[in-house]
């Protein structure tokens, strides 16, 4: 019945976080410019560093499987530069290439560590305090990883969408 209530955390974070980026936060972004849109996206996932609070001891259970633990943490700290480095070459090529690069592996790591956790039978008391990363945290950067690549797919320098205005 635990594994229940926690994929039911997860399911219902992604529905509350997708009501949140489809009134509040999609936009917002939809009319930026690309690297004006994408700067709030890159910091938010400046932010995965705290997947390194898979390894540390008392954090987790320490029978948290190891090739989840590492997988997870290690693939977060590297989204993370990735994010920061985009961030810091923006608006240039070099930081949209660098923003695709992010979003691609980024994307890939929350993927693996889906793929690490069923794999390991991980149980949801095993992430013992970081339980709100899976449930909180994870359906947020999934969302927000959907809207890095629509507006990397965004024809530019036009805004992500243009605003639709009728004449009267």
């Known amino acids: 019945m635990p594994q229940l209530w926690f994929f039911m955390s997860i399911a219902f974070s992604f529905i509350v976080w997708g009501i949140v980026t489809a009134r509040y936060v999609w936009p917002e972004l939809r009319l930026r410019p690309r690297a004006e849109a994408l700067r709030p996206l890159l910091i938010l996932h400046s932010f995965r560093f705290i997947g390194l609070a898979f390894l540390v001891p008392g954090v987790v259970s320490p029978d948290l499987p ?3 633990a590492h997988s997870a943490a290690y693939g977060d700290i590297i989204a993370a530069i990735l994010a920061l480095l985009s961030l810091l070459w923006l608006p240039s090529a070099a930081g949209v290439a ?7 592996w980024g994307f890939a790591d929350i993927l693996n560590a889906f793929y690490q956790a069923n794999h390991a ?7 013992g305090a970081a339980f709100f ?19 990397l797919l965004q ?3 036009e ?9 009267a």
Do not use: C, D, K, N
């Not at 039978?121 to 992430?127: H, T």
């Not at 990363?133 to 507006?151: E, K, M, S």
């Open 121 to 127: 039978g991980l149980l949801a008391g095993q992430l």
């Open 159 to 167: 805004p992500a969408m243009q605003e639709s205005r009728h004449l």
């Open 133 to 151: 990363l899976p449930t909180l945290v994870v359906p947020l950067l999934l969302i927000t990883h959907g809207l890095a690549f629509r507006i």
């Open 98 to 104: 660098a923003a695709w690069v992010f979003s691609l």
């Open 66 to 68: 190891p090739a989840f």
């Open 155 to 157: 024809h530019q320098p």
